[in-house]
Nanobody, 113 residues
Framework: QVQLVESGGGLVQAGGSLRLSCAASRSIFSAIGWYRQAPGKQRELVAE???????NYAEAVKGRFAISRDNAKNTVYLQMNSLKPEDTAVYYC?????????WGQGTQVTISS
């Protein structure tokens, strides 16, 4: 059983920053990252980091968001800067390996204009 526990969401004004954290119950993943889902929209990839430390970002967040991880703590972070109202969504931590994908419960991020 794999558990992913997110924290760090909240309400901030446009232009502000937030840092999301995702603590994983174990570390054996091919990649781990963040997805988001806004009301009425499909869930989309925000950022992902692979075992080889390769990072992949959605175009909409490049230059504003940064993904990182602390292997000793089995934790991945998403630093979100210059936040915009369109970043408002539920953010989900997700990890994958060869056979499975795992999801956290989600954390709400709301950006006010």
């Amino acid at each position: 059983q794999v558990q992913l526990v997110e924290s760090g969401g909240g309400l901030v004004q446009a232009g502000g920053s937030l840092r999301l954290s995702c603590a994983a119950s174990r570390s054996i993943f091919s990649a781990i990252g963040w997805y988001r889902q806004a009301p009425g929209k499909q869930r989309e990839l925000v950022a992902e980091i692979t075992r080889a430390n390769s990072k992949n970002y959605a175009e909409a967040v490049k230059g504003r968001f940064a993904i990182s991880r602390d292997n000793a703590k089995n934790t991945v972070y998403l630093q979100m800067n210059s936040l915009k109202p369109e970043d408002t969504a539920v953010y989900y931590c997700s990890a994958r390996n060869t056979l499975n994908r795992y999801w956290g419960q989600g954390t709400q991020v709301t950006i006010s204009s």
